[in-house]
């Protein structure tokens, strides 16, 4: 199973950037479909952007235009852009990975603070 860190949360102010790392160990990412999910206080986890072993990429809509997710499979790390960020964007931020169609490896989070 692949273990995963996150890294890059912080606090930022409305309209800001951040980009998130998700780095990998223990097994090579290559042929793991990825995602970064969300959650914020009192909040469900919330998908926010995968990015597939087979690259069709899915931003949620909540963050189309303003998130990117991208993958470096030799680096074995996985990235989230942030950008023009909102403060309905607080959460923590975690790293998934699923070898076969369930995201089953998880990262312990990064939080980030978008304060106006």
């Known amino acids: 199973q692949v273990q995963l860190v996150e890294s890059g949360g912080g606090l930022v102010q409305t309209g800001g950037s951040l980009r998130l790392s998700c780095s990998a160990s223990g097994s090579t990412i290559s042929d793991y479909d990825m995602a970064w999910y969300r959650q914020a206080p009192g909040q469900q986890r919330e998908l926010v952007a995968t990015?597939?072993?087979?690259?069709?990429?899915y931003t949620a809509d909540s963050v189309k235009g303003r998130f990117a997710i991208s993958r470096d499979n030799a680096k074995n790390a996985v990235y989230l852009q942030m950008n023009s960020l909102r403060t309905e964007d607080t959460a923590v931020y975690y790293c998934a990975a699923a070898r076969w169609g369930m995201y089953d490896s998880w990262g312990r989070g990064t939080q980030v603070t978008v304060f106006s």
């Open positions: 990015f597939p072993s087979s690259g069709f990429t």
